[in-house]
């Protein structure tokens, strides 16, 4: 049950797009759907007229098991201030909480010398003593 509160609340938080409204705030729902299970599922549609659309649909895993875990999917979009539309896509499991989505910075690559150096080593693993 703890698993459920916690991930309704993050598929929540994820959707919560409030703090980019400005003067749309005032923005009427288009579209709105919510549909709830006894066994734990459920699903939930939103979109204005700004252009804001969030979705998300969970399941209990392993109900009559021990160890049973609520699995959420979900994904919001929305304009930036800056004209740039964002998306993301989240899945929230026993796993965790990840998230992938046009707006998260991402790392740089790695350099081409570290990624041969990387291969050297693996190639030629240090010698085995005997003694250890």
């Known amino acids: 049950m703890k698993l459920l509160l916690i991930a309704s609340i993050v598929a929540l938080a ?7 409204l400005n003067k749309d ?4 729902i288009l579209h709105q759907e919510l549909d709830v299970g006894v ?5 939930w549609a939103i979109e204005t007229e700004n252009g804001i ?19 959420v999917q979900g994904q919001a979009q929305w304009t930036s201030p800056e004209g740039e539309v964002v998306s993301l896509q989240y899945t929230a499991d026993e796993n965790g909480y ?15 010398a570290i990624l041969q150096s990387l291969e050297f080593i693996r190639s030629h693993p240090p010698p085995q003593n005997a003694k250890n």
Not at 14 to 20: E, K, N, P, R, T
Not at 39 to 43: I, R
Not at 53 to 71: I, M
């Open 53 to 71: 659309s969030a979705q998300a649909q969970g399941a209990l895993k392993n109900p009559q098991g021990e160890n049973p875990a609520e699995v």
């Open 25 to 28: 705030s005032t923005a009427q």
């Open 98 to 112: 990840q998230v992938q989505g046009s707006h998260l910075p991402t790392p740089p690559p790695i350099p081409a």
């Open 39 to 43: 066994e734990g599922q459920y699903s």
């Open 14 to 20: 994820a959707a919560d797009v409030s703090h980019i």
